[in-house]
């Protein structure tokens, strides 16, 4: 979900096609760059035999296949609904980007401090450098282009329902464009981790400082992994939606005439940019039959307006506290 958590009086509405298209875009853009740099980085790191500079090479393979996996979570989230899965495909999304995301812990995390482990332990003296250097620059430019497409995205999608980037990239559904943010802002960092491990070793002599740069690199994929991995797997698990949506959902439904009170509400994430509302509500008492089934169309109709990113809604007329103790007190006088 693209986080819909907008004013009363309404910011833009998130169109969840667009924000789609834009997650796609954003995707191919990293995966290129990633596939390029990744090519680069090898022939760098067999020329030089830096630990530091394979494990980039592993980085940037691994990212990658994330971005074949990410442009398959976009794909199959997009799919429309059908017999067999009458609520949308959009979990599919979630799952592809879980497979991203272990492929980032086991491609990248995994190799990066193997090998490293191995260059502290053993040690190899490095090859001319010159090449390893002039790859880390050219793969940083790349990186940033792709690192300011994702960040672009997520101050328009932010900006469009009035949250800070920060707040968006903490609540947002839409795993696959956070999943390129994080990666491509952990493939910055670990280019200037790299490059700081063969200038120490430059400094010093010692291979020691290229296998330390190259743990430090796994690290910091393990951590960006591990919370994609955690991200994803609640909302598999069904995750409710930001609990600022879910007031702003309740608040909405008691504003409407026909709603005494809303004596339950539950919400999940059916995807990217759907939500499922399940609410029982205690409609006034002069609403009955035709005139119920009425007023509850048009709540729904009134939700789906307010919240372009709720798919589903479903209203269980229900009596509240209020109606029961109307009852009890017509039973007492009778």
């Known amino acids: 979900m693209n986080d819909p958590e907008a004013d009363r009086n309404g910011p833009e509405k998130p169109d969840p096609e667009k924000s789609g298209s834009e997650s796609l875009g954003t995707v191919i853009v990293a995966g290129l760059a990633n596939l390029a740099i990744a090519i680069a980085k090898l022939v760098a790191g ?8 394979m494990s980039e090479a592993a980085h940037s393979a691994a990212d990658t296949v994330t971005e074949v996996l990410l442009f398959v ?47 502290i332990i053993h040690g190899e003296e490095l090859a001319d450098l010159r090449v390893s250097y002039a790859v880390l620059v050219i ?18 999608e932010a900006a469009r329902v009035r949250v800070s980037p ?65 991200a994803n797997v609640s909302l598999l698990m069904g995750q409710a939606a930001p609990e600022r949506l879910r007031k702003e959902v309740e608040r909405e439904m008691l504003a409407q005439p ?32 035709a005139a119920l089934e009425r007023a509850a169309d048009r709540v729904e109709e009134r939700l789906r307006e307010r919240f372009p990113s709720i798919s589903h809604v479903f209203l269980d007329p229900t009596p509240g506290r209020s109606s029961h103790d109307h009852r009890r007190a017509a039973d007492q006088d009778s």
Do not use: N
Not at 46 to 53: E, F
Not at 82 to 109: C, N, S
């Open 258 to 289: 026909e709603v005494e009170d809303v004596v339950e509400l539950l919400t999940m994430m059916l995807g990217p940019s759907e939500v499922m509302v399940a609410a029982r509500v205690d409609f006034s008492d002069e609403s009955t039959g």
């Open 139 to 156: 793969s940083f430019v790349i990186e940033s282009v792709s690192f300011f497409k994702a960040l672009s995205q997520v101050r328009s």
């Open 166 to 230: 920060q707040r968006y990239v903490a609540r947002t559904s839409d795993t696959a464009v956070k999943a390129v943010l994080f990666e491509d802002a952990a493939a910055l960092a670990g280019l200037v981790i790299a490059a700081c491990g063969l200038l120490a070793y430059e400094m010093t002599g010692d291979p020691v400082w290229d296998g330390v740069a190259s743990v430090a690199i796994g690290l910091l994929l393990l951590g960006v992994a591990a919370h994609l991995i955690r």
């Open 46 to 53: 067999l020329m030089s035999s830096s630990a530091a500079m």
């Open 73 to 119: 979570a976009v794909r199959r989230s997009d799919s429309p609904p059908d017999a067999r899965h009458p609520f949308g495909h959009g979990m599919a999304g979630f799952f592809w980007a879980l497979m991203a995301a272990f492929a980032t812990l086991i491609g990248g995390a995994g190799f990066s401090i193997t090998h490293g482990v191995q260059e």
